[in-house]
């Protein structure tokens, strides 16, 4: 409550008796423009103290952020810059602190909310750098490669949202994002730089290998073709590990002599060195094995001719387990004998692929010695039995 002058009269003549401390009848105002200014505005501040006594005697003082701005005033208007950290603002009166007031200023802070770096682009592509959302950016330089001979930078729109900064030469490269808001003339928190790294990859060559039929019988044959685009050279290694250059468009017609899985690698290098590696791999199966024969009546010493031919073996042999024999024949012929013992023959075919498949059956006739056998080739008629 403030004092009128006749109870302010009377309680300064207290005072100077010494009967009663000033600071019981001390009343103060302290008002300030704002709490939350923004740095490098002004903040207003008023006072007034009501005392008894001589103001000038009360020992007011007013301070803002540990400074003393004004003393001796019982009332007043001043205006401060507003700092970059927070602050009070204290008025004492008497060497005591009679009213307290905080003040928290306001920094635009720029800031970009998330930021999206490419992983390892290639030379060729447009690396971009992409982020959702961004607030308080008055200016956006970006600065490539700063310091070196390829240094190059430009100015974009505050509220992009992305940038390009390729295609860019294969190797490392540094990346500046320098944002600054309003306030960046008033505080070095007021303007950022953000360091992007790239790592770029020189793109490797890519194509195609590949065969016009992945899967055939021995004694057929297969194109492999080829078709490489970004290389500087390409190699094509054959299922031996021999390696011989060829142009990156090409085929190659192969007939295989075994069987088995076998595998084609073509390797592609680009200028600096990128490689891509292509394989393709052919499954070379056995044909299947067959045993025609007849039997047919022989001449007046050999009453009996047995005319054979494997197809799809590589090689035949002759199985009789009551002799306890075994003889090794050609894939087409004949055979004849003296006599007939109801004997079991067994055909052994060898396949491409190394099975063996056997064929048995009897003769009715049996005979007693077979003589030697004729390896010629015998042509034999269409209408032969299949075992």
Known sequence: MALNDEARAEAAAFVRAGRISMAAFVRTRLHLSSHHPRVGDQLVIEWEVRCAGDPADAGIQLFAAGALIREGL???????????????????????VRQREEVMPQLRVPELFGLAIPEFPYHDDVSELCWVSSSEIRTFE???????????SWDIDPGATRVAVGPLMPGEHHVELRIASADSALSARASRVIDVHLQVR???????????????????????????????DVVLIDPAGEARPVAAVGHRALLPEHCGDFGWTLVATAALGAETRLEARLQVLAPPVALYFESVPGGADFPLRLTFEASGAVSLRLELPQRGQCLSL???????????????????????DGRTERRTFVITQAFALLHSLETKLLPL?????TI
Do not use: C, K
């Open 74 to 96: 019982s009332d007043g208007r001043i205006a401060i810059r507003v700092p970059e950290q927070g602050f009070e603002v204290v008025m004492m009166v008497g060497g005591r």
């Open 330 to 352: 050609p894939l087409s012929g004949h055979i004849e004998a003296d006599s007939v013992l109801n004997e079991v023959l067994s055909f052994l075919l060898e396949a491409a």
């Open 202 to 232: 020189e793109r490797p060559p890519w194509g195609t290998l590949a065969f016009d039929r992945s899967a055939l019988q021995l004694g057929q044959s297969s194109d492999l073709h080829w078709q490489i685009d970004g290389a500087r």
């Open 142 to 152: 970006v600065r490539v490669d700063p310091g070196t001979d390829n240094a190059r």
């Open 381 to 385: 008629p269409a209408t032969l039995l």
